[in-house]
C-alpha cells in the first residue's frame, strides 16, 4: 500500500446516509454477513494470515495478508461505522495505539489543543512521545471559552474527551469544531466513556471520533482494541496507510470478539446508565460525599450539553465522587465493596471500582491533577450490568465502613486529600 499523495484531511468530508435501521437492528446486523458457504448467521474467524492469489498481484478475493486486512476486521470496522454514523472506521490494537496513529499522521512542528482532564494514557502520549516527533500539545480546562487564544498557524488538532476521564466534564462539541473549522482545524472527541449508544460525535461536528474498543464497545473485558471513525475520504487514505506500514492492528480473533460485543451494546449501555443513575442519587444523598460528578443528575454543571449531546439525555455508566476522609478513606471504599471489583478499565459488564489518583492517572503530576479535580479523595466507578438495588446498597455500606475506619484510625479529615 503507498502513501497518499499530499492528503488534506481538513477538507470539509461528504456525510454518510442516514440509517435507515434503529441502533439496535445496525448493531446486530451491521457488517454481519451471512458465510456464502455455509450459510452460517455468525461469522466464522478467519485466522489465516495470508491469502492465495490466482495469479502474481491477482488474489483469489479482496485479501491479501492479515495486517492490511482481515475479514473479521473489516465486518467490525463496517459495524462501528454503522453505529457512529461515519463513512469509515479504522481498528487497531489498542485504544492507545488509536491515538498513536492518528497524532503519527500530523506533521513535524505540528500543534495541539487538548483538554486538561484526559485519560493518563493520552496524557503521556501527549507530553512524553508526540514531542519526540515535533507534536507540542497544549492543555486547557475551559476548551470552549479560550480555543480561539491556542490556536497558532501550526494548529492542526483538537482532542476532545465528553466526559472527561475522571471528572466527567463535558465539551459542547459543535461549539469547539464551528471555531476549529474556521481555521481548517481537525476535532477529534474521545467517546470512549459514552459508546455509540449515547453519543455519536461526527452528528455534532467532529471530525473523528475514537474508542477504546476494550471498553464499552466489546463491554466484557477480554479485549483490548481501538478504533477510529470519520467520514472523510483523505483521512481514510492518510490513516488506513499507517494502520498498515505501523501495524498496530488487532487479532482475528479480537476483531470477532469486538463484533460479537457490539451486537448488545445498546442492551449494556441502557443497563449501566439505569444503574450508575441510582448510584449517582444515593451517592449525592449521603453525608459522606462531598460531591458526585455524573451528567445524568440534574445537579450536573455540564446537563444541558448532556442533554443536548446524549441521547436521550442518558448519563452513560460511569461516575465519580469525593469522600470525606481524604486519601484514606478513598482507598478504604476501594477495598471494602462486595460487588465492585478494585480494578482499572471501565465498561464491561461487571462493576470495578478505582482510585484515579493512584491509579489511571498516577503518571500525571499531582498539581495538574488536582487543577481539574482529579483530588487524592477522588474514586472513579464503572457501574456495569447487574442489578441496580445491588450496587446501590454495596456502595453505601462501603462509604459507611470507609468513613467510620478512617476515623477510627485518626486519619485527617480534609476534603482535599492531604
Known sequence: MSPPVNPDPRSTPPRPPTPVHGFGTLAVHAGSR??????????????????????????????????????NRTNFEAAVAAL??????LAFSSGSATTANILQSLAAGSHVISVADVYGGTHRYFTQVA?????KVTFTAEIEVDISEHINDQTRLIWI?????PTLRLVDIRAVATEAHKHGILVVVDNTFLSPYVQNPLDHGADIVVHSVTKYINGHSDVVMGVAAFNSDELKARLSFLQNAIGAVPSAFDSWLAHRGLKTLHLRAREATRNA??????????????????????????????????????????????????????????QVTNIFTLAESLGGVESLVELPS???????PRDQREAVGVFDDLVRLSCGVEDAEDLKNDVLQALERAVKDTAKNGVSNGVNGQ
Open 34 to 71: 451471512h458465510d456464502p458457504h455455509t450459510g452460517a448467521v455468525i461469522e466464522p474467524i478467519s485466522l489465516s494470515t495470508t491469502f492465495a492469489q490466482t495469479a502474481v498481484g491477482k488474489p483469489v478475493g479482496e485479501y491479501e495478508y492479515s495486517r492490511s486486512e482481515n475479514p
Open 84 to 89: 457512529e454514523h461515519a463513512r469509515y472506521a
Open 131 to 135: 514531542k519526540a516527533h515535533g507534536v
Open 161 to 165: 474527551e465528553s466526559p472527561s476521564n
Open 277 to 334: 443513575t441510582a448510584v449517582a442519587t444515593a451517592l449525592e444523598a449521603s453525608p459522606h460525599v462531598i460531591s458526585v460528578n455524573y451528567p445524568g443528575l440534574e445537579s450536573h454543571p455540564h446537563r444541558a450539553i448532556a442533554l443536548k449531546q446524549h441521547r436521550d439525555g442518558m448519563g452513560g455508566g460511569m461516575l465519580s465522587f469525593r469522600i470525606n476522609g481524604g486519601h484514606a478513606a478513598a482507598e478504604r471504599f476501594c
Open 358 to 364: 493512584s491509579m489511571t492517572h498516577a503518571g500525571i
